[in-house]
């Protein structure tokens, strides 16, 4: 469940950490979907900081323990939660976790959430309150499945089904995004604008209503997405400010703090101090 661990574990048992990693044997069905289970094997509980990502985060809790969702809207117990790409600055805590994730690219989420982008921006959701009672269907049939491979089948075949004939995001939209991806947040909108062939003001509208950020906040998102991983593996912040195209390490710390909450040094680890 911590950040670099998302889709990325080698083996089926992350050993440092505790917590069992379970990846779908044969992949996803859909693109733009990555999924894993996870269990807290050796109970030593869950407390995380949630971060912006490229990607909006579903978790889909089993069982009956709620993880405490803690942001500025206050403490709020969910069972399953969606984290949207700029939840602001929060933290998930519990015990004995044992969930599916599902990270989705924006494309995917736009067309599997049923939601508008926007009334996720600058949240953690309970995913109760987007998909209903879909959403206790699911955990139900998860939580009684007696395999991590049944579980994750069940969930790909779920968003399978909410795919068809759900709404596909505008193709202009969709390759601004990955331009902003593929240069890791070094774009110019205008630049953008003209790629799609669009105005800029119309590109900045339909980017916004499709995806929930608009291309300026998006871009700053991947950039910071990409300081973020090079922080905890342990280079210092000059470096990776250098690295990632900031003006300089106190625009790196400016951007740290505005999406993340904390510093660049809290944020690797270092310290604890948010100042």
Same mark, same amino acid.
């Given at each position: 469940?911590?950040?670099?661990?998302?889709?990325? $574990?080698?083996?089926?048992?992350?050993?440092?950490?505790?917590?069992?990693?379970?990846?779908?044997?044969?992949?996803?069905?859909?693109?733009?979907?990555?999924?894993?289970?996870?269990?807290?094997?050796? =109970?030593? !509980?869950?407390?995380?900081?949630?971060?912006?990502?490229?990607?909006?985060?579903?978790?889909? !809790?089993?069982?009956?323990?709620?993880?405490?969702?803690?942001?500025?809207?206050?403490?709020?117990?969910?069972?399953?939660?969606?984290?949207?790409?700029?939840? !602001?600055?929060?933290?998930?805590?519990?015990?004995?976790?044992? %969930?599916?994730?599902? %990270?989705?690219?924006?494309?995917?989420?736009?067309?599997?959430?049923?939601?508008?982008?926007?009334?996720?921006?600058?949240?953690?959701?309970?995913?109760?309150?987007?998909?209903?009672?879909?959403?206790?269907?699911?955990?139900?049939?998860?939580?009684?499945?007696?395999?991590?491979?049944? @579980?994750?089948?069940?969930?790909?075949?779920? #968003?399978?089904? /909410? +795919?068809?004939?759900?709404?596909?995001?505008?193709?202009?939209?969709?390759? =601004?995004?990955?331009?902003?991806?593929?240069?890791?947040?070094?774009?110019?909108?205008?630049?953008?604008?003209?790629?799609?062939?669009?105005?800029?003001? /119309?590109?900045?509208? @339909?980017? @916004?209503?499709?995806?929930?950020?608009?291309?300026?906040? =998006?871009?700053?998102?991947? @950039?910071?997405?990409? $300081?973020?991983?090079?922080? %905890?593996?342990?280079?210092?912040?000059?470096?990776?400010?250098?690295? %990632?195209?900031?003006?300089?390490?106190?625009?790196?710390?400016?951007?740290?703090?505005?999406?993340?909450?904390?510093?660049?040094?809290? #944020?690797? !680890?270092?310290?604890?101090? +948010?100042?």
């Amino acid at each position: 469940m911590r950040r670099h661990e998302v889709g990325a $574990a080698p083996s089926d048992r992350d050993a440092e950490n505790g917590w069992e990693v379970a990846r779908p044997l044969g992949g996803t069905t859909l693109d733009g979907v990555r999924m894993a289970g996870f269990r807290d094997d050796i =109970a030593a !509980g869950l407390d995380m900081r949630v971060l912006p990502q490229p990607v909006v985060v579903v978790v889909i !809790g089993l069982g009956d323990n709620p993880v405490m969702v803690e942001s500025a809207a206050g403490h709020r117990p969910m069972r399953s939660l969606v984290a949207s790409l700029s939840p !602001g600055p929060a933290r998930i805590r519990g015990e004995r976790v044992e %969930c599916v994730e599902v %990270c989705l690219s924006p494309p995917a989420a736009y067309a599997l959430l049923g939601v508008s982008p926007l009334e996720l921006d600058g949240s953690v959701t309970g995913l109760d309150d987007v998909w209903g009672r879909h959403e206790r269907r699911l955990r139900e049939q998860l939580t009684d499945a007696t395999t991590w491979q049944e @579980r994750l089948a069940l969930t790909d075949e779920f #968003l399978t089904k /909410r +795919a068809a004939g759900a709404p596909s995001m505008s193709p202009e939209v969709a390759a =601004a995004w990955d331009t902003i991806v593929a240069r890791r947040g070094r774009v110019r909108v205008g630049d953008l604008a003209a790629s799609s062939g669009w105005s800029r003001k /119309r590109l900045w509208s @339909r980017f @916004r209503d499709q995806i929930g950020l608009t291309p300026k906040r =998006a871009a700053m998102l991947v @950039r910071f997405d990409h $300081a973020a991983r090079a922080l %905890c593996a342990g280079q210092s912040a000059g470096d990776v400010a250098l690295a %990632c195209g900031y003006a300089d390490q106190p625009h790196l710390h400016r951007d740290v703090l505005a999406l993340a909450g904390c510093t660049p040094g809290a #944020l690797a !680890g270092r310290t604890t101090s +948010a100042d």
